[in-house]
Nanobody, 127 residues
């Protein structure tokens, strides 16, 4: 079973930066989508950044140009990887619980129904 564990959350002033990390292990398939989601207080969860099964990157409009998703190639094996989310120019509206997720791309794409999820890490941005 895939296991994911986030770290790196915290409190920061608006305009600051944080880097979140996600240690992912237990992969049993050769193609996965990897993503960061966030859920602000009282709001629905949204996907903010994605690495698809072909390695393509995509971002929510609200974070484009400020957030960067990446993998640590040096720490990537057939069964594990480390995922990052570099967050710059943070805004108070970025305050949320951030969660990393992985889903096997059996059909080449991911629908985030059968995904594995981390427990999340809190990010708080003060104005």
């Amino acid at each position: 079973q895939v296991q994911l564990a986030e770290s790196g959350g915290g409190s920061v002033m608006a305009g600051g930066s944080l880097r979140l990390s996600c240690e992912a292990s237990g992969f049993t398939y050769d193609r996965y989508c990897l993503a960061w989601f966030r859920q602000p207080p009282g709001k629905e969860r949204e996907r903010v950044a994605l690495i698809d099964s072909d390695g393509g990157l995509s971002y929510a409009d609200s974070v484009k140009g400020r957030f960067t998703i990446s993998q640590d190639d040096a720490k990537t094996t057939l069964t594990s990887t480390t995922l990052y989310l570099q967050m710059n120019s943070l805004k108070p509206e970025d305050t949320a619980t951030y969660t990393c997720a992985a889903e096997a791309a059996y059909g080449g794409s991911c629908i985030w129904v059968y995904a594995f999820w981390g427990r999340g890490t809190q990010v708080t941005v003060s104005s």
